[in-house]
């Protein structure tokens, strides 16, 4: 709650309805869409989120992401016609002529009800929703807390475009249903040293069968559902072992032994003596023998 998170799925809205719901509406979710429009708008409907979590969704276009100049872009000089648009309507907005003569045909008071909250509601939106522009800036304004990516593209490049965007020393996560391109992408981030505590795992679903009396586990069923691949970002400038190898030299001298373990002592320095001290009580074993 109260971060900002980068989504990119494929998955009919259900990873960015997940998260809606679960930060509450604190915080903002900026989930990337590559067709004219969201696609999504459906399913966040079913979730049955409250106007907060609701509002937190925004809508950001592929091209403002995984453009050449998407990270250093100059909002201030892009037009923002729906910007217009918004502040020169009036709330409450007055009705129009045409909207009048169409009440007054209604004799129905349930249908002038219905059509005057559809029509309030749709103003509502209207004056709350943000621009594309705006969102850019808004995407812009900070870096993101973490990023989700759960979708069909290749994750290599969706991730290193991605990358810009994230916060150093945030957690960044990677889903797809194959191994070989997470493996890819694992190799490219460890290699260009973009990352630590990189991880990459396999997810289990077992389904069900659903049928009165017959509830059971599936017998025959696929390994798994699917791999992640986790990790946490470095910063760009500082992300990196500051320390030379001539100090590590030193400070392994020091320490001693294999990985820092201390080296083992020797049989008389376990027992605590000398060879001169063991002539010494030999000898005088052997003087209380005599006396004997």
């Keep these: 709650a109260g971060c900002h998170v980068l989504i990119m799925e494929t998955c009919m809205g259900l990873v960015t309805g997940a998260f809606a719901q679960r930060m509450g509406g604190y915080g903002k979710i900026f989930t990337i869409y590559a067709a004219q ?34 990270i250093s872009v100059d909002t201030s000089c892009l037009p923002d016609p729906e910007r217009v648009d918004r502040e020169e309507l009036k709330w409450p907005c007055p009705l129009q002529d045409h909207t009048r003569a169409y009440l007054e045909s209604i004799t129905n008071e349930r249908e002038i ?19 594309p522009t705006e ?36 957690p960044f996560v990677v889903f797809c249903e194959f191994l070989e ?18 991880k990459l795992s396999d997810t289990w679903t077992r389904e069900y069968q659903m049928l009165p009396g017959r509830t059971h586990p599936n017998m025959n069923m696929s390994q798994n559902g699917g791999f992640l691949l986790v ?20 400070m392994r001298a ?23 001290n063991t002539d010494v009580s030999r000898k005088a074993k052997r003087s209380r023998g005599s006396e004997c």
């Design 37 to 70: 429009q969201p696609n999504i708008l459906e399913m966040l409907a079913k979730f049955n989120l409250s106007f907060s979590e609701t509002h937190s969704v925004k809508y950001i276009h592929a091209g403002d992401v995984f453009g050449d100049d998407a």
């Design 113 to 131: 009800d219905d059509f005057l909250q559809k029509r309030s509601n749709r103003f509502a939106r209207k004056l709350t929703r943000h621009s």
């Design 135 to 170: 969102t850019q800036e808004m995407l812009l304004s900070r870096p993101c807390d973490s990023i989700v990516i759960a979708c069909r593209y290749d994750p290599t490049e969706t991730l290193l475009k991605m990358l810009p965007f994230l916060a150093p020393s945030c």
């Design 181 to 198: 391109p997470l493996v890819e992408c694992f190799q490219e981030i460890q290699r260009q040293g973009l990352a630590i505590n990189l």
């Design 231 to 250: 990790g946490i970002k470095l910063c760009p400038i500082n992300g990196h072992n500051e320390i030379d190898e001539e100090l590590l030299k030193e």
């Design 254 to 276: 020091k320490l001693g032994g294999r990985r820092g373990r201390k080296p083992k002592r020797n049989n008389t320095e376990k027992r605590g003596s000398s060879p001169n």
